[in-house]
């Protein structure tokens, strides 16, 4: 992960997005993306009341239909009624309680949540490479009931950024990434001292995979920011990873983490198995029952 990227990615986290305008003498190109030619703005606030032409009928501006979602680098008019799910709403919030930050990633968060739904049904644990405050996996505890399943959560991070090894581009001496990275495990204690059957492990990666002690996994997070130690887990974890497990990847179709993507991509090829990127930035793995 560039510097660029990081700073890209912190200015989608506050609500922005970053659009490259087009020259004038391009009439077909809009500054900033349109709905049936009416202008939506770069910062949008998530559902924004326009009339859209689907096809050849006007769709009412409250129809979800219409609702512009912009946020976190994903422009869409596309349905997003999730965010009106109670549920949903009490999850992700409980994210933002974690983290003391909105970052405006509803749709990253509904993603996660669909793959931890799905993955509860599996037998197995569920282990998180890269917790941070543990924004996402507080929301994913929280939509499951976390207590009732009688699962384990490994959640893995050094707690205090990236790992010098890692970070060939000084990300680290940021006043951008000493606001964004937690400083120390001790919060993230508390956040989490809200549920049993958890487990917090501190240090880098791959050193500390090996406390992973579960020998069947239903899903894994990969967040690391990092080429490296994402391979890392991702390879060591592999076979432990029970026929339908979901792999979700956070960084992988993110704009910027380039780095990340082409690594993943031979990871998962030398197991025969392709990701979905996701327009959310991210990418998806269902382990097959048959890799062959």
């Not at 707690?159 to 010098?164: P, V």
Request: with cysteine.
């Amino acid at each position: 992960m560039g510097l660029k990227a990081f700073v890209l990615r912190i200015i989608g986290f506050c609500g922005y997005s970053v659009h490259k305008i087009p020259s004038i003498e391009d009439p077909d190109v809009p500054v900033v993306a349109a709905a049936a030619n009416v202008p939506v703005p770069a910062k949008a606030d998530v559902v924004v009341p326009v009339v859209v032409d689907a096809g050849n009928e006007q769709v009412p501006a409250d129809s979800k239909v219409a609702g512009v979602y912009d946020q976190d680098g994903l422009y869409s008019i596309h349905n997003h009624d999730f965010m009106e799910d109670l549920d949903f709403c009490k999850a992700y919030e409980r994210g933002v309680l974690a983290s003391g930050t909105n970052y405006k990633w509803h749709w990253r968060v509904h993603v996660g949540l669909w793959a931890a739904f799905n993955a509860a049904k599996l037998k197995g644990d569920f282990v998180e490479c890269g917790v941070n405050y543990g924004f996402l996996s507080s929301s994913i505890m929280e939509y499951l009931n976390w207590d009732s399943l009688g699962k384990r959560f490994y959640l893995l991070d050094t707690f205090s950024g990236l790992d010098k090894r890692f970070d060939a581009d000084d990300v680290m001496n940021t006043e951008a990434a000493k606001e964004f990275y937690v400083d120390g495990v001790d919060a993230v204690r508390r956040n989490f001292s809200q549920w049993k059957n958890i487990a917090i492990v501190v240090g880098s990666i791959p050193e500390t995979l090996s406390e992973i002690d579960s020998d069947a996994i239903a899903y894994l997070h990969i967040d690391m920011n990092s080429a490296p130690p994402e391979v890392a887990a991702f390879d060591y974890l592999w076979e432990r990873l029970v026929p339908g497990a979901f792999v979700l990847l956070d960084d992988y179709a993110y704009r910027g983490y380039e780095e990340q993507k082409h690594a993943m991509d031979i990871a998962a090829a030398r197991l025969n198995v392709k990701v979905l990127s996701l327009p959310t930035g991210q990418g998806l793995i269902i382990k097959p029952v048959s890799s062959e």
